[in-house]
Each structure stands twice: as C-alpha cells, then as structure tokens.
C-alpha cells in the first residue's frame, strides 16, 4: 500500500522519501549526504542530483527478525546524522504508518522540525498480544495506551474504514482529527491483457476443470485461517472438483500443511508462498471465488483486490470487512462458523448467474475503492492539516 501510493504521489510530481526496515546485508543504515537531494540506496546516481521523477527515494534501516516472527524486522533507528539529513529534505508533512519503533521516530522528528504528523492506523495492535513472548494481558493493556496515546499526539489519524474510525475517536477517547481513507487498489494489475490467467494451474498442478477458492493473505493466528480449512473440509466433502488455494506466508504453514493432511485434502489444498504483486492478481484472476475468515482486518486491502479481479467474495460479519463487501452485492456475509461458511461458498460455485452478478458489481465496486481515489483523499488530508498547522 505505501508503495503504490507514493509511486502514485509521485507521478503526480511530488517528492516522497520513505524509511523503513532493512531486509538484507546491504542496509548498513548509513546516512546519505546532506545537501541537495539523497541518492536511491543501491543506485548509482551520486547524491545531490534530483530523484528520478518515477521513483520515491527509499532509505532502509539495519533491522533484526523478531525473535517469534522472523520474517517480521524490528528496525534499529539509531543512526548519527539522521535529525539532520531529514531537515535537509524541507518536508512539509510527515506521515507515520506504525505507532511503534519507526514511528516513535518520526513523532520526534516532527516534533523537532515543526512539520504536521499524520498517521494511518493500519492495524488492530491489541488483537496481536499473542506474539508477545510473556505477560500477554499486560502487553495488550500497555499496547492499547501506547496506541491511544500515538493518535493523540498526531495532527490527524487516517483510518482505513469507519470501524477503525470508531475505535480511534470512542475506543481510544481520541479527539485528534480523522479521515477514513480506504486504501486503494492499482486496478492496472488486474487488466486481463497485462495477467497470465494460466500461471496458477499450470505452476501448481492444477486440472483445468477444478473451481478454485482463493485466500491471499499472511498464515497467522489473527486471519483465522484454520476456520477457513475447516470450512473447505466440509465443502471439500460434497464438491469434489473444488480446491483451496492459499497464497501467501506465515509462522502457521506448517500447522495448516499438516492439518490438510490429516483431513485427506493434501493434494486439494494449495499453499503458493508469498507472491509478487503480479503473480497476486494472476491467482486472482484464476480462481472462481474469494474467501475471508480474518476478524482482525481494519479494510481488508486484499477483499478490494479481489474485487478488482471480479471475483465474488464469501467473509465473516467483520464490520471493517463489511464496509467493502455489501452482502448480497458483492458477495455473502457470514457468520464466523465452518458450515455457514461452507454452505454459502457451495451456493456461489453452483449459481454461475449469481456469481456473474456478484462479478460485474465487485468491478464497479473496486473503481470506488481504485489508487487515484485513495491518492485524491489523501492529498486533501495533507492539505487539510498543514491548514490546520499553519491557522
């Protein structure tokens, strides 16, 4: 999501610089020089000529996999020369997406610099406590307030639906400004002429007359994804040519891998990995329905992917979820259990005229929800707290 839309912010001729987590060796965390305009990490132009007009500049930071959740990397910020090299850059907002390391960061810089902090709640912290290695009911008490308090010290908090809305303002007896931003989807993924509709089946062995149900998302605890397998079971039982595919990573493969065994759906339950975005839309694309069993989405980026894809979805009474996917609309709303979840993906893979119902208006519903959409609402939000800064 950060990535498409300062891509985006970008094309439209403005200046962006993200820092982030470091993945590799080559993220030393050294500060370009100051002056002019910092090189790309990794690139050959010398600092202090003008970023290319196609690119954000991208500073990553030496990071450290955490301890429970390797591919997740805790950011070491501590670098000589940062406070600096940022007031160089002649910011004029600065827009924090973690309440934690990095966004700690940035809340002092901003502070520092007198430039307006915005922040996009993204996630649900406190649903997340179970990866903490001890004390979990006292580390979901110490999350809630450092969240409450993060969105009280920003100029305005962008939530990606009116149910984070409602937690930041009622949950969180928050009084800063709020903006529900949904995140937008670049829809030029999904054009058929740009995708490969045969990557899937051809990659992962699967028959051409097979229905495909789709999942992408990471394999954690907080997206349920057992609900969803056992959910696939029960249809699995009575739809033979009907398959799961699952795409995406997570510390619970191996637990679901194994479960799928036991349950005698080895060979009818795909597990494609993490994918690039474009082998992403190209699953999409393949695949006859879109489920989502997570009660812990704040949008739910992913179910408006899915739409641009055409796809039908089938998904839990989540009210974040719900706000995307009208029931009935767009696909069915469920209650959290396996055989209703079951029984409303059977009726969509035997209704083809529901479905193609449901197609057409998940297309128009994903124009609502497209990246100079999401790109326009957030160059207001800008506007509007420098506004406010500055009156």
Sequence with gaps: MIETSSAELVRRGHEVFIFAPGYGASDDGRIPPVGGR??????TRPAGDEPRASEPFIYRFPSLAAPN????????PVRPGLSRFVAGLGLDVIH??????????????????????????????????????????????WVWHHVARYCRDADLVIAPSEAVARQVREGYGVRTPVEVIPSGVDLRLFEAS??????????????????????????????????????????????????????GEGPERPTLERRAFELGL??????????PPERVADALLASDLF????YTETQGLVVAEALAAGLPVVLVDSPPLMETVRDGVEGLVVPGEAQALAAACRRLLNDPELRRRMSSAARERARELSLPVAVDHLLAAYELVVTLRTS
């Design 194 to 247: 740009e995708r490969d509709r045969g990557w899937l089946r051809r990659t992962f062995g699967l028959p051409p007359p097979s229905r495909l149900l789709v999942n992408v998302g990471r394999l954690t605890l907080e997206k349920n994804p057992g609900l969803l397998l056992s959910a696939f079971a029960r249809l699995a039982a009575e739809e033979a040519d009907a398959y799961l595919v699952l795409v």
């Design 38 to 43: 910092p090189a790309e990490r990794g690139s």
């Design 266 to 275: 080895a060979k009818r339950v795909v597990f494609t990995g993490r994918q």
């Design 69 to 76: 959740y390797p591919s997740f990397r805790i950011p070491i």
């Design 96 to 141: 924090s997406h973690t309440p934690f390391v990095l966004g700690r960061v940035a809340r002092s810089l901003a502070r520092r610099l007198r430039v307006p902090l915005v922040f996009t709640h993204h996630t649900l912290y406190h649903e997340y406590v179970h990866y903490a290695l001890f004390a979990r009911r006292v580390a979901r008490w």
């Design 291 to 294: 489920v989502i069993t997570s």
